[in-house]
């Protein structure tokens, strides 16, 4: 639904007549409802779940709210379960490198789970923004000579390896073992 809202938008930004452009800000309306209404159904579930006090746990994390504890619990049941290199894997957050024979390939991530990525993208975003996950990012920027898109994947993984501990050990992040900078 929210790409059908970009997709309304934009039509909308670009309508000659004005009769158009009021009937897809109706549509526009209309959709932004529905989504809302999505939103607090699923929030309402997870809150009545055994997964609340897991919502309640990722989110003491810097950088996770209600929308990435929300993913990670309904697209990612395996976190808690699985250990940290197998859990970056089925994301698609460890580097495969494609050899063949004698043949090196380059290493890339992005198998797996594309919706957990992108949650875990904007959640890396505002996590740098947190002086233990910002120490770490700048060292793989400034020291590692890291481009920023590759390092970010890198503190997307090792945000998604300590959600996972978290959630494995039950415990949160204020009392979980921070990693060194």
């Not at 929210?2 to 452009?21: F, G, K, P």
């Not at 939103?39 to 950088?63: K, P, V, W």
């Not at 043949?103 to 904007?122: C, D, E, I, M, Y």
Request: hydrophobic share 45%.
């Amino acid at each position: 639904m929210q790409a059908l809202l970009h997709a309304e938008t934009c039509r909308c930004d670009v309508a000659d007549s004005a009769i158009v452009s009021k009937s897809l800000r109706a549509v526009m309306a209309a959709l932004e409802r529905s989504l809302a209404a999505v939103d607090r159904a699923i929030a309402e579930r997870i809150a009545r779940s055994a997964h609340a006090e897991n919502s309640r746990r990722l989110q003491t994390f810097c950088g996770v709210g209600p929308a990435i504890a929300e993913t990670l619990i309904a697209d990612l049941p395996e976190l808690g379960h699985l250990s940290g290199k197998k859990i970056a894997a089925l994301c698609g957050l460890a580097p495969h490198t494609r050899d063949s024979g004698k043949q090196r390939g380059h290493a890339s991530t992005g198998h797996g789970r594309p919706g957990v990525r992108k949650v875990l993208f904007n959640g890396a975003r505002s996590a740098i923004q947190h002086p233990v996950m910002k120490a770490f990012y700048r060292r793989l920027v400034d020291q590692n000579h890291r481009l920023g898109k590759v390092a970010l994947t890198a503190v997307m993984r090792k945000m998604l390896v300590i959600l996972n501990a978290m959630i494995r050990d039950g415990s949160d992040w204020k009392h979980a073992a921070r990693p060194a900078a």
